[in-house]
Protein backbone atom coordinates (compact mmCIF):
# COMPACT_ATOMS: atom_id res chain seq x y z
CA UNK A 1 0.00 0.00 0.00
CA UNK A 2 1.31 3.59 -1.18
CA UNK A 3 1.49 6.55 1.29
CA UNK A 4 -1.30 7.93 -0.25
CA UNK A 5 -3.31 4.70 -0.16
CA UNK A 6 -2.26 4.54 3.53
CA UNK A 7 -3.03 8.91 4.53
CA UNK A 8 -6.36 8.00 2.32
CA UNK A 9 -7.00 4.91 4.45
CA UNK A 10 -6.73 6.70 8.16
CA UNK A 11 -8.08 10.20 7.04
CA UNK A 12 -7.80 12.82 9.35
CA UNK A 13 -9.09 16.79 8.96
CA UNK A 14 -5.92 18.89 9.01
CA UNK A 15 -8.67 21.70 10.36
CA UNK A 16 -8.19 23.18 14.28
CA UNK A 17 -11.25 21.70 16.64
CA UNK A 18 -14.79 21.41 16.11
CA UNK A 19 -14.07 21.96 12.09
CA UNK A 20 -11.52 19.19 12.05
CA UNK A 21 -13.80 16.67 13.89
CA UNK A 22 -16.98 17.27 11.77
CA UNK A 23 -14.72 16.92 8.54
CA UNK A 24 -13.19 13.95 9.72
CA UNK A 25 -16.99 12.29 10.63
CA UNK A 26 -17.90 12.97 7.36
CA UNK A 27 -15.15 11.57 5.82
CA UNK A 28 -15.91 8.50 7.21
CA UNK A 29 -19.56 8.03 6.95
CA UNK A 30 -18.61 8.88 3.40
CA UNK A 31 -16.11 5.97 3.37
CA UNK A 32 -19.13 3.80 4.09
CA UNK A 33 -21.49 4.87 2.06
CA UNK A 34 -19.44 4.58 -0.83
CA UNK A 35 -17.58 1.26 -0.40
CA UNK A 36 -21.57 -0.26 0.69
CA UNK A 37 -22.82 1.66 -2.17
CA UNK A 38 -20.34 -0.41 -4.54
CA UNK A 39 -20.43 -3.74 -2.81
CA UNK A 40 -24.12 -3.77 -3.07
CA UNK A 41 -24.39 -2.66 -6.19
CA UNK A 42 -21.98 -5.25 -7.11
CA UNK A 43 -23.73 -8.04 -5.42
CA UNK A 44 -26.98 -6.98 -7.18
CA UNK A 45 -25.60 -7.47 -10.21
CA UNK A 46 -24.05 -10.67 -9.80
CA UNK A 47 -27.38 -12.29 -8.00
CA UNK A 48 -29.11 -10.68 -11.37
CA UNK A 49 -26.33 -12.63 -13.49
CA UNK A 50 -27.06 -15.15 -11.78
CA UNK A 51 -30.43 -15.26 -11.63
CA UNK A 52 -31.05 -14.75 -15.73
CA UNK A 53 -28.75 -17.46 -16.45
CA UNK A 54 -28.99 -20.21 -13.35
CA UNK A 55 -32.83 -19.60 -13.18
CA UNK A 56 -33.78 -18.37 -16.41
CA UNK A 57 -35.50 -14.89 -15.37
CA UNK A 58 -33.82 -11.80 -13.90
CA UNK A 59 -34.82 -10.01 -10.57
CA UNK A 60 -37.42 -7.14 -11.12
CA UNK A 61 -35.70 -4.89 -8.90
CA UNK A 62 -32.29 -4.83 -9.83
CA UNK A 63 -32.50 -2.24 -12.57
CA UNK A 64 -34.24 0.26 -9.60
CA UNK A 65 -31.67 -0.84 -6.97
CA UNK A 66 -28.68 0.23 -9.16
CA UNK A 67 -30.23 3.60 -10.45
CA UNK A 68 -30.58 4.34 -6.62
CA UNK A 69 -27.11 3.03 -5.63
CA UNK A 70 -25.70 4.84 -8.69
CA UNK A 71 -27.53 8.42 -7.25
CA UNK A 72 -25.89 7.53 -3.88
CA UNK A 73 -22.51 6.48 -4.77
CA UNK A 74 -21.83 9.51 -7.24
CA UNK A 75 -23.20 12.29 -5.41
CA UNK A 76 -21.35 10.65 -2.01
CA UNK A 77 -18.53 10.43 -4.40
CA UNK A 78 -18.53 14.39 -5.16
CA UNK A 79 -17.64 15.30 -1.49
CA UNK A 80 -14.80 12.59 -1.40
CA UNK A 81 -13.28 13.63 -4.48
CA UNK A 82 -13.10 17.28 -3.12
CA UNK A 83 -12.01 15.58 0.22
CA UNK A 84 -9.62 14.09 -1.50
CA UNK A 85 -7.98 17.00 -3.91
CA UNK A 86 -9.22 14.45 -6.52
CA UNK A 87 -10.81 17.01 -8.39
CA UNK A 88 -10.03 18.28 -12.14
CA UNK A 89 -7.72 21.40 -12.41
CA UNK A 90 -6.93 23.52 -15.17
CA UNK A 91 -3.99 25.32 -14.18
CA UNK A 92 -1.98 27.21 -16.51
CA UNK A 93 -2.63 30.51 -14.57
CA UNK A 94 -2.86 28.98 -11.43
CA UNK A 95 0.74 26.96 -11.38
CA UNK A 96 2.28 30.21 -12.79
CA UNK A 97 1.58 32.12 -10.11
CA UNK A 98 3.79 32.78 -6.39
CA UNK A 99 2.93 30.66 -3.72
CA UNK A 100 0.68 33.82 -2.67
CA UNK A 101 -1.23 34.44 -5.65
CA UNK A 102 -1.99 30.19 -5.50
CA UNK A 103 -3.28 30.39 -2.02
CA UNK A 104 -5.43 33.68 -2.57
CA UNK A 105 -6.78 31.96 -6.23
CA UNK A 106 -7.71 28.98 -4.11
CA UNK A 107 -9.16 30.77 -1.51
CA UNK A 108 -11.40 32.19 -4.40
CA UNK A 109 -12.34 29.34 -6.47
CA UNK A 110 -13.21 27.31 -3.13
CA UNK A 111 -15.61 29.73 -1.62
CA UNK A 112 -16.88 29.92 -5.47
CA UNK A 113 -17.31 26.40 -5.87
CA UNK A 114 -18.55 26.25 -2.16
CA UNK A 115 -21.27 28.66 -3.07
CA UNK A 116 -21.90 27.08 -6.75
CA UNK A 117 -22.72 23.64 -4.63
CA UNK A 118 -24.79 25.31 -2.20
CA UNK A 119 -26.86 27.25 -5.06
CA UNK A 120 -27.22 23.46 -6.12
CA UNK A 121 -28.54 22.07 -3.70
CA UNK A 122 -30.83 24.75 -2.93
CA UNK A 123 -32.52 23.65 -6.28
CA UNK A 124 -31.94 20.11 -5.92
CA UNK A 125 -34.02 20.43 -2.63
CA UNK A 126 -36.72 21.81 -4.58
CA UNK A 127 -36.69 19.29 -7.18
CA UNK A 128 -36.80 16.50 -4.50
CA UNK A 129 -40.05 18.33 -3.03
CA UNK A 130 -41.47 18.21 -6.38
CA UNK A 131 -41.01 14.55 -6.96
CA UNK A 132 -42.42 14.45 -3.53
CA UNK A 133 -45.59 16.58 -4.19
CA UNK A 134 -46.31 14.89 -7.50
CA UNK A 135 -46.54 11.31 -5.63
CA UNK A 136 -44.22 9.07 -7.76
CA UNK A 137 -43.20 5.97 -6.93
CA UNK A 138 -41.11 3.33 -8.42
CA UNK A 139 -42.42 0.71 -10.34
CA UNK A 140 -40.88 -2.25 -9.15
CA UNK A 141 -39.81 -1.49 -5.09
CA UNK A 142 -43.16 0.52 -4.30
CA UNK A 143 -41.87 3.50 -2.55
CA UNK A 144 -41.67 6.75 -3.56
CA UNK A 145 -38.97 8.24 -5.96
CA UNK A 146 -38.12 11.33 -4.26
CA UNK A 147 -36.67 9.13 -1.56
CA UNK A 148 -33.62 7.90 -4.33
CA UNK A 149 -32.75 11.47 -5.36
CA UNK A 150 -32.45 12.56 -0.98
CA UNK A 151 -28.70 11.81 -1.80
CA UNK A 152 -28.28 14.43 -4.53
CA UNK A 153 -28.45 17.73 -2.39
CA UNK A 154 -26.52 15.48 0.29
CA UNK A 155 -23.61 15.36 -1.90
CA UNK A 156 -23.94 18.84 -3.16
CA UNK A 157 -24.20 20.09 0.49
CA UNK A 158 -21.61 17.75 1.77
CA UNK A 159 -18.76 19.03 -1.14
CA UNK A 160 -19.88 22.82 -0.35
CA UNK A 161 -18.65 22.30 3.18
CA UNK A 162 -15.84 20.64 2.01
CA UNK A 163 -14.42 23.43 -0.24
CA UNK A 164 -15.91 25.83 2.55
CA UNK A 165 -13.13 24.08 4.98
CA UNK A 166 -10.75 23.88 2.05
CA UNK A 167 -11.09 27.81 1.95
CA UNK A 168 -10.65 28.14 5.57
CA UNK A 169 -7.35 25.80 5.74
CA UNK A 170 -5.81 27.99 2.79
CA UNK A 171 -6.76 31.19 5.06
CA UNK A 172 -4.99 29.37 8.36
CA UNK A 173 -2.39 28.41 6.48
CA UNK A 174 1.16 28.68 5.08
CA UNK A 175 1.01 26.54 2.45
CA UNK A 176 -1.88 25.93 -0.74
CA UNK A 177 -4.21 22.91 -0.24
CA UNK A 178 -6.24 21.35 -2.83
CA UNK A 179 -8.77 20.10 0.14
CA UNK A 180 -7.65 20.01 4.25
CA UNK A 181 -5.09 17.66 3.99
CA UNK A 182 -3.89 17.87 0.67
CA UNK A 183 -0.74 20.09 0.12
CA UNK A 184 -0.57 21.73 -3.73
CA UNK A 185 1.83 20.05 -5.75
CA UNK A 186 2.55 18.01 -8.73
CA UNK A 187 3.97 14.03 -7.86
CA UNK A 188 6.87 12.46 -10.36
CA UNK A 189 4.69 10.29 -12.60
CA UNK A 190 7.77 8.88 -13.89
CA UNK A 191 8.96 5.45 -13.53
CA UNK A 192 11.91 3.66 -14.47
CA UNK A 193 11.40 0.58 -16.13
Not at 62 to 81: C, H, K, Q, S
Not at 91 to 99: F, G, R
Not at 126 to 133: A, C, M, N, P, Q
Not at 138 to 158: C, M, N, S
Amino acid sequence: MTDEEEAEKHYHSGLPGILGTIDTLISKLEAIILALGVLLMATNTVANVIGRFALGESLFFTGEVNRILIIMITFAGIGYAARHGRHIRMSAIYDALPVGGRRALMIVISLFTSLVMFFLMYYSVHYVLDLYDKGRILPALGFPIFIIYVWVPLGFLITGIQYLFTAIKNLTSRDVYLSTSVVDGYKDTETEV
